[in-house]
């Protein structure tokens, strides 16, 4: 089937050089009467007017400004008697390193950062974003999935410093914006993958240790794979296939039964990096460097379309991205969640530690914004990444997306063949009180493409790991590691 989506595509995680651009507001605040909130994101991370695809919307900024402008809203938010206009500078950065490091020197400041899970430990480690007050965002504690948020969700389960519980959770410093998964997009049919008919590469890559497929040493696969030039995401493979025998044995002895105790058992192997684990990747990599076509920086997504390539280490939202632009020329791609264990990863908004008072109302109301269903729904539609945020609105789209069932004249659902349902009760029931069953009926190769990506299957949760950062010592002993992978000479036939 068609899913196009008409998205734009952004690369989110491996985030390059610090370039600013506001795209809405005024870039100073000489106008008394204004209050800027400045808000600092990732490129291409936010909803965009853009006749041309179909996003008649104005900017999501510019909707925001509208909003906040309403006497009733401005009055909930700031309080009565308040009477200044309220206006946005949104800037846009390429990866969190700079972003980090433009902050924490004070070059920049702003009210409001969005970046990734790692970064969020990082910067609420050094005492640059303050504590959210869960009570002032209602739409992200109403309609954010209990999966991701709350007591047992997902970022709860990660502390911002290991060795010091005290500090608390990213669930205590961030407001979820979107998450994924990182794994492996392939196209079955491609040309070069040799002796292998396009169900056995299906069945290849859906295999429990798909991840070690990359390192075979026979020639199926040989030449057809690019890597993504991004340390930690490769630095996750890598260790994956690395332990890939202590993964199997954890993976059998559970036999079925993936509790919280399993999935702590496979973060903790996921997350090691001491010295001797960063040596062993290393080695790991390097030896990888035999068997694949290159490294990209931000290419991999357009190489697997145009056929460049045939396999790509990819993040979910961009694998969808590809999928459906590669639908468009009847090429059908598909993506792997391997389930010996895979990477699950978190963007999300801080407000910095020197925000107060009415600047601090204004961060609170942005927040409050997006985390509607509605404005979530826009944003998802047109970045292409899953939001934190549940909801009708959110729900709905994704019907509009994968429902697979035909409907007779009073609109019922009937029975069609060749579908399969597809459980996402996990992530839009938010309360308990909700008996509604959020299933979607799709084709069956969606339990391997869009769908997969978009929402991971119920039974992809337990197999997912979050990748703590490292602390400055060993995080710049991963990116020396990965400079020597880098300059260790690729096979001849590469060059």
């Known amino acids: 089937g068609i899913y196009m989506k008409n998205i734009k595509f952004i690369s989110l995680i491996g985030l390059a050089g610090m370039m600013l651009t506001s795209l809405s507001g005024c870039s100073s605040e000489t106008e008394s009467n204004t209050l800027y909130l400045k808000v600092l994101n990732a490129g291409d991370y936010i909803y965009l007017n853009d006749p041309d695809n179909g996003y008649e919307e104005a900017d999501l900024t510019e909707q925001y400004v509208e909003w906040i402008n309403t006497p009733e809203i401005k009055e909930k938010y700031f309080g009565e008697g308040f009477d200044k206009e309220i206006g946005i500078i949104y800037d846009t950065y390429d990866t969190n390193e700079t972003m980090f490091n433009e902050l924490k020197t004070g070059k920049s400041t702003y009210d409001l950062v ?23 965002v209602e739409n992200y504690q109403k309609y954010a999935s209990p999966f991701l948020i709350g007591e047992n969700g997902k970022l709860a389960k990660v502390d911002i410093d290991p060795t010091n519980p005290k500090l608390g959770t990213l669930n205590d410093f961030a407001i979820g914006y979107m998450w994924g998964t990182l794994g492996l997009m392939y196209n079955p049919s491609y040309k070069r993958i040799k002796s292998k008919t396009p169900e056995e590469v299906i069945e290849d890559f859906s295999s429990p240790n798909g991840w070690d497929i990359l390192w075979e040493e026979h020639e199926s696969y040989q030449s057809c794979a690019s890597i993504k030039d991004s340390m930690r995401d490769t630095y996750a493979m890598g260790l994956i296939h690395t332990f890939s025998d202590e993964f199997k044995e954890l993976y059998e002895e559970y036999q079925g039964n993936y509790n919280d ?21 290393q080695e790991s ?50 993506f792997a969640i391997p389930s010996y264990c895979c990477n699950i990863w978190f963007d999300a908004f801080s407000i910095l530690s020197e925000v107060k008072d009415e ?30 945020i549940a909801g009708d609105d959110v729900f709905s789209l994704v019907e509009d997306w994968y429902e697979a069932r035909d409907v007779d004249e009073n609109d019922e659902y009937i029975e069609t063949e060749g579908t399969i349902p597809y459980d996402l009760s996990y992530f839009f029931r938010t309360n308990e009180d909700d008996e509604t069953e959020y299933v979607i009926y799709v084709e069956e190769d969606q339990i391997n493409r869009q769908m997969r990506a978009q929402y991971p299957m119920e039974e992809d949760l337990p197999h997912l790991a979050i990748m703590q950062d490292f602390g400055e010592t060993q995080n710049n002993k991963i990116v020396s590691m990965w400079e020597k992978v880098k300059v260790n000479p690729l096979p001849i036939w590469v060059v």
């Open 114 to 136: 969005c970046s990734s899970d790692y970064m969020i430990q990082k910067m609420a480690k050094f005492k640059m974003i303050q504590e959210i007050d869960m009570n002032r």
């Open 359 to 388: 600047r601090l109302d204004a961060a609170y109301s942005f927040l409050d914004f997006i985390s509607s269903p509605l404005i979530a729904s826009e944003n998802m539609d047109y970045v292409g990444y899953t939001p934190f």
């Open 285 to 334: 990599l390097i030896e990888l460097k035999d068997y694949i076509y290159g490294f990209e920086v931000d290419t991999g997504k357009s190489d697997i379309v145009t056929q460049k390539v045939g396999i790509n280490l990819c993040w979910s939202g961009d694998a969808v991205y590809s999928m459906d632009t590669a639908e468009e020329n009847d090429v059908l791609l598909y």
């Open 261 to 281: 105790e399993y999935n702590t058992k496979l973060s903790e192997i996921f997350n090691r990096h001491d010295n001797e684990t960063i040596d062993k990747v």
